[in-house]
């Protein structure tokens, strides 16, 4: 169990990491909090030539407001969002994700970047349309989360490009519920709801290759329909698999479930 | 590549190859074998340090990452005479180790948490070391350990 030789270089720029990437051509890897990609390394699943390693590139650790939201630096670490109050989704979303020594090092670009269909900041990206700002050799774009995620680890982020930072709107209203098998644990389901600018929107996590926005249950919302008929429909979208931990009947019911919960007041949830 | 960090104290200096993690650089170049080894996955919390005061998966952070920072490893826990820490005490005293494996890393852990914490209840303490995993003690004597080491370091 340990890695394959590579080089490692450590960026102080995002025009050095960028850079180097490109001249890896294709056999470079940026490392992060390294929590998804050592494992990786070490089981041998991926053998690059290079690691960049951009945790010392200066300017990325910041949460900073911008026009009804906030922006998170790729190096946030999951442990300062969780501790923050500027966006209390996000801080709930952190607090699911991993263990204590996890979080201490995980970070918001890595977690975007590294698109587990079971973890949770994609799907709160997904649900508040976040936009994920990229830098690459030839120059900078922005894409949101939906165009970003294409499949289980996949994205449209090229092998020389590097995400620097995320926008996420705060929502006047929102509910966050997941079911894990014990705290710390990927999500079997993950359910976001996020009221913004007067709409509701869904995401669910946990349960397709991609977070996956239910239209039918998102317009019965936004239409006023009783919670359980949304959930009914959040669940008829869903054609999760089964594995050793749930079966997909069972991930079904779940996604009903949760997102009922995830719609329903925590003061209502503990009087039921 | 050479590193330089400080650890318990002790400042070193290693030539490593950029794929040792911290853990093999700690216990293979430095001799500190405390920092234990279960998984090398992330998964189990046996290797967990303190980097710059933060808790750290040994096995998940290369050697070359942790360059001028100052790690704390289980090592650093007992006093220059050999004092215990109160939380090794407690651990000795509640039963909170049988074979010892995970007993480094549930001491780390233990120790960031009553860092940030004065006096965890039960319910924390279980939640924080979730990411520990023990086969022998069944946890019980552990939480017991932790708790009271708090009152004991809450009160001194
Ligand atoms: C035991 C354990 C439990 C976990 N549980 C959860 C959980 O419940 N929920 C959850 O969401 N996650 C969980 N994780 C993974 C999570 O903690 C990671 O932090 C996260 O998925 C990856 O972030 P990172 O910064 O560590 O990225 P790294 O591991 O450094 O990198 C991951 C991938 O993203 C790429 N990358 C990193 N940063 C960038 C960037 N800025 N731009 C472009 N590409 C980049 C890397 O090249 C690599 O391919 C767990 C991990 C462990 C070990
Ligand atoms: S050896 Fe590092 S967490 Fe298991
Ligand atoms: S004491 Fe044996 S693994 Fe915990």
């Excluded at chain 2, 040994?58 to 109160?86: K, R, Y």
Aim: with cysteine; glycine share 10%; hydrophobic share 40%.
């Amino acid at each position: 169990m340990k890695p394959a030789p590579f080089d490692y270089l450590r960026a102080h720029s995002v025009g050095e990491a960028v850079r180097a990437l490109a001249d890896a051509d294709g056999d470079g890897k940026i490392i992060a909090g390294g929590q998804s990609l050592l494992p990786v390394l070490a089981l041998r699943m991926a053998r690059p030539r290079l690691l960049v390693d951009i945790n010392r590139i200066p300017g990325l650790s910041t949460i900073t407001p911008v026009d009804g939201g906030v922006r998170l630096g790729a190096l946030v670490r999951h442990a300062r969002l969780a501790g923050q109050t500027a966006h209390p989704l996000l801080a709930e979303a952190a607090r699911w994700i991993g263990h204590t020594a996890i979080r201490s090092r995980g970070t918001s670009g890595g977690s975007i970047a590294h698109a587990d269909p079971a973890a949770e900041l994609p799907v709160v990206a997904a649900a508040l349309e976040a936009t994920i700002h990229i830098a690459g050799p030839g120059g900078t774009r922005a894409t949101t989360a939906t165009e970003l995620f294409t499949g289980p680890l996949e994205t449209t982020l090229a092998e020389d490009e590097m995400i620097t930072a995320i926008d996420l709107p705060s929502p006047q209203r929102w509910g966050f519920a997941e079911f894990s098998r014990r705290h710390g644990d990927f999500g079997l389901v993950t359910v976001v709801a996020a009221e913004v600018a007067g709409r509701w929107r869904l995401a669910l996590g946990g349960v397709g290759g991609v977070p996956l926005r239910p239209a039918e249950a998102e317009h019965l919302l936004n239409d006023g329909a009783p919670v359980e008929q949304v959930a009914a429909a959040a669940a008829a979208a869903v054609t999760p698999s089964g594995d050793i931990h749930a079966s997909a009947e069972y991930r079904r019911a779940m996604t009903e479930e949760f997102t009922r919960r995830a719609l329903t007041p925590d003061t209502e949830r503990a009087a039921a | 590549m050479n590193v330089e960090f400080t650890v318990n104290g002790t400042r070193h200096e290693a030539d490593v190859e950029p794929r040792r993690t911290l853990a093999d650089a700690l216990r293979d170049d430095l001799g500190l074998t405390g920092t234990h080894l279960g998984c090398e996955h992330g998964v189990c919390g046996a290797c967990t340090v303190l980097v710059d005061g933060e808790p750290v998966r040994a096995c998940l952070m290369l050697a070359v990452q942790a360059d001028g920072s100052s790690i704390t490893t289980v090592e650093g826990l007992a006093g220059d005479d050999g004092t215990l820490h109160p939380l090794q005490e407690a651990f000795s005293a509640h039963h909170g180790l049988q074979c010892g494996f995970c007993t480094p890393g549930m001491l780390m852990s233990a120790l960031d948490l009553l860092h940030r914490e004065t006096r965890p209840c039960r319910e924390r303490i279980r939640e924080e070391l979730s990411g520990n995993i023990c086969r022998c003690t069944g946890y019980v004597g552990i939480v017991d350990a932790v708790q009271a080491a708090a009152e004991e370091m809450d009160s001194a």
